[in-house]
Every structure is written in C-alpha cells, then in structure tokens.
C-alpha cells in the first residue's frame, strides 16, 4: 500500500504540490489524473524518494519514505517520465545494472532478466545498444529494470507515452497482470481512455491539491455524467478556469 500525507513542495516561489492525500492499495491500480503542472510528477518522485518533501509524510508498505529510503527503494519499482537508459549499454546490460543495485546476483539475477525479456517481447533488440532505440524499445526496457527485483509497489509516471497502438496494448496487459499478481500499482496519465481501460481508483489532482479520491464510478456518480473525461474536466475545474479565461 502507498499513502501520501498532506504532502507539500515548492521550488523557488513555484508550489509544486500543495496538499495531496491517497491512498494506493495492494491489488489495485491507482491513476494520478491531473492536467499539466498539476503536481503530479513531483508527487511520484516524493513518493519514490527522489524528492524530499517540504511538508507531510508518505509510507509505502511498512516504510516510512523519509526514514527508511533506502528500503523504500527496494521495496519499488519506477518508470520515470524520461526512461533515462544509458545509451552505451545494451538493454540487457541496462536491466542487470539495476537488479545488481538490488541486491540480485547469478542464477537468479539471469532467470528473472530472461524471464523479463521473454514477457515484454524484446528478444529482437534487447541485446544490441539503446543507442537508437524506439521509444516503445526504450519503454520496454525501462519497464524491466523497474521490475527486475519483483517489487511490491510499481510507479509509473506516464507510461505510454509515444508508444504506438499495439506497444500500449501490450503495456496494459502487463499492468493488469501486475495487478493479478497483488501488486500495488499508481500511475500518471492525461489519456482518460487508458483510466478507464485500467484503473479502479483515481486521485484528481489540481493545482497541487487533490480533488477528489475514490472509484471511477463514485467520480462518475459524483460529477453527474458517464463522461470520464468530462467528469475530471468538472473535478478539476478546469472548465471554470477555460470560462474565466474566455471572460479576460
């Protein structure tokens, strides 16, 4: 389970995040629904603890983030916005980097990366340097070392990002798996239609602040429409701030 506390953080005189309260549970999938520059990126990374709070707490399973990172980094896996491989290894030598920083070595080291690459379909380039890989490769690959050491909890922060059609097809079938298998899974999206496609709870996030927490359907029934996207639109206020913007 991952929770957030009233958690806080500004960069300079920007309030990145305000007060965001959640909860992600195990078993489920969690979105973090937000128009740009609405906290949301920032909120994961306080939550992966790259990110030092200003403010509030987070736990993620057993583990105070602030007290404990360093189990709470074993404990996770991220895909970043940016998969930020190193371009002079090869996919492989990307994926056994990171599950040696875990801790993973010999048989099983190998059995979990052969494993990896045989579920995410990459036996025809993860083998040759990421230099000039597609982003749905790149994607893949960033996918695996995140969960090359089987964690818990899994964050994605926009994870279909420029992948084609058939690549975030794929991408879902494997975050519904991870869901089968108990794992908590949040993550950040704008595309309404993947929402609805995966997820059972939604947190909306507005300027920093949450909007609402709860079940699609309770954000459905809340919002007075079967609309997903005009629900948020609603949640979010952003069809106040577009009119207020039309006034000017």
């Excluded at 949301?40 to 509030?56: C, H, N, Q």
């Excluded at 597609?134 to 899994?154: D, E, F, T, Y």
């Amino acid at each position: 389970m991952i929770q957030a506390e009233s958690l806080q953080k500004s960069f300079g005189p920007v309030r990145a995040v305000k007060d965001i309260s959640f909860t992600a549970r195990d078993g489920r999938i969690t979105a973090l629904l937000g128009p740009n520059g609405a906290g949301k990126s920032t909120t994961l990374r306080m939550l992966a603890a790259a990110v030092i709070p200003d403010a509030g707490h987070a736990t993620i399973g057993e583990w105070c983030v602030a007290a404990n990172p360093n189990e709470v980094r074993r404990s996770i896996g991220v895909l970043p916005h940016n998969a930020g491989l190193y371009a002079r290894l090869t996919g492989v030598e990307n994926i056994r980097y990171f599950g040696e920083l875990q801790g993973l070595r010999g048989a099983e080291l190998d059995e979990r990366l052969e494993a990896l690459v045989e579920l995410l379909d990459m036996g025809d380039f993860a083998r040759r340097r990421t230099a000039g890989f597609s982003q749905g490769q790149k994607i893949k690959i960033a996918l695996a070392r995140a969960l090359i050491h089987n964690p818990q909890h899994v964050i994605l922060d926009e994870p279909t990002n420029g992948l084609d059609v058939m690549a975030t097809r794929a991408l879902r079938s494997i975050i519904r798996g991870l869901k089968e298998h108990g794992k908590c899974i949040l993550f950040s999206s704008h595309i309404m239609q993947e929402v609805d496609a995966l997820c059972d709870d939604v947190v909306v996030i507005a300027k920093g602040e949450v909007k609402f927490d709860g079940t699609i359907e309770a954000l459905r029934n809340l919002a007075g429409t079967e609309d997903l996207e005009e629900a948020f639109i609603q949640l979010a206020g952003l069809e106040d701030e577009q009119h207020s913007g039309a006034q000017v």
